[in-house]
């Protein structure tokens, strides 16, 4: 959409709102954008507690699983991070999250005293255990790292509480 500007008497672009599923591009000499699927990707996944319980107990893949909720700011800064790593590491890791405001009984299972929360965990096992946010560059080779024995990340994990 575009309307006319009264003060200058020339065309201007609306700003368009995007879903993570697409991608623009500027059309030649226009200055107006084109929006483009992109190709499938992986996503994280968002689950109830009971899917998650059987999640844990009957999946073979590595799984990041995220503890957040809707007013947490570092939690929504972490959603198009969790994306990238999904997309990275494709169908060799699943990616979860849950909603704690929505199954406060199991916040208080599992102990999440501050958010977003992730879990590692491999074979059954929770491996590591982390608050805070994280970019997507530092997730990927945590993840790497913690899940798949890459080498050891060059950034600080002073804040992982191993289990």
Known sequence: MAFVSPITSRFIARP??????????VRPNTGFA?????????TAREVSAEELETVLQANERPLLVDAFAQWCGPCQYLIPQL?????????????????????????SALMIRGLPTLF?????????????????EQLEKLVDYVLFDGPQPDFSTDNLQAT
């Open 83 to 107: 994306d990238i790593v999904a997309d990275k590491f494709g169908d060799r890791l699943d990616i979860l999250k849950f909603n704690t405001e929505l199954y406060p009984d199991l916040s």
């Open 34 to 42: 084109r929006i483009t699927p992109r190709a499938a990707t992986y």
């Open 120 to 136: 590692f965990i491999k074979d059954g096992k929770l491996l590591y255990r982390m608050e805070g946010a994280l970019s997507a």
């Open 16 to 25: 368009v709102t995007l879903r993570r599923t697409q991608t623009t591009s």
